[in-house]
């Protein structure tokens, strides 16, 4: 056989277009003692053609049942605690919110107890409402802080959250 046809069947062989009767002239072809390898094929070309099959186990088909039984399950608990820690984080900032809200109270009325003397004798009605207006305000913009101290706290656990999601996906998918 020609180095030239030798040549055409090893670039079939590499696309995958031969059939047995070729690879079988390729093998002969190889093992003759007269076969001139020319600078284009490969050895590896001996090696793939002429490699014994690998025995499959017959138990192959259970093994790979449980390994992918084993990452569906490890898949939903890795769902399961996200939403746990979804839940956590709802409760945890309702939490903050009240604590925040009841603070605020304490704090004004703290504050108001040596003036409230003060509002007892307005005998105008006017100043008893500018002075109430100005509460209001003064609580509005407390609470206006500290619900904005919330979010900014929420970001951040929120970020953190992603990054540590992102770590034990890149984990699960190293494994």
């Known amino acids: 056989m020609k180095t030239e046809d030798i040549d055409i069947l090893i670039a ?8 047995e ?3 079988k002239l390729l093998v002969q072809y190889f093992n003759s003692e007269n076969s001139n390898v020319s600078c284009k094929t490969d050895s590896t070309v001996l090696l793939s053609l002429t490699a014994e099959e690998a025995e499959v186990s017959s138990d192959l088909e259970n093994k790979m049942s ?3 039984d084993s990452w569906e399950e ?3 608990n890795k769902t399961k605690h996200i939403a746990t820690i979804e839940f956590r984080k709802r409760i945890l900032s309702i939490a ?3 604590l925040l809200v009841v603070s605020i109270g ?3 009325q703290y504050h108001s107890s040596g003036s409230s003397a003060r509002v007892n ?3 105008d009605p006017q100043e008893s409402q500018e002075l109430v207006v100005e509460a209001l305000r003064l609580f509005s913009n407390n609470f206006s802080k500290g619900t904005q101290t919330i979010e900014k706290a929420d970001n951040r656990v929120d970020n953190t959250f992603r990054i540590l999601e992102k770590v034990l996906n890149e984990n699960s998918v190293q494994e």
């Open 12 to 19: 079939r062989f590499y696309r995958g277009e031969t059939d």
């Open 21 to 23: 009767d070729e690879e």
């Open 106 to 108: 304490f704090w004004y």
């Open 74 to 76: 490890s898949d939903k």
């Open 96 to 98: 903050a919110t009240i």
């Open 66 to 68: 449980l390994l992918i």
């Open 121 to 123: 004798y307005f005998e």
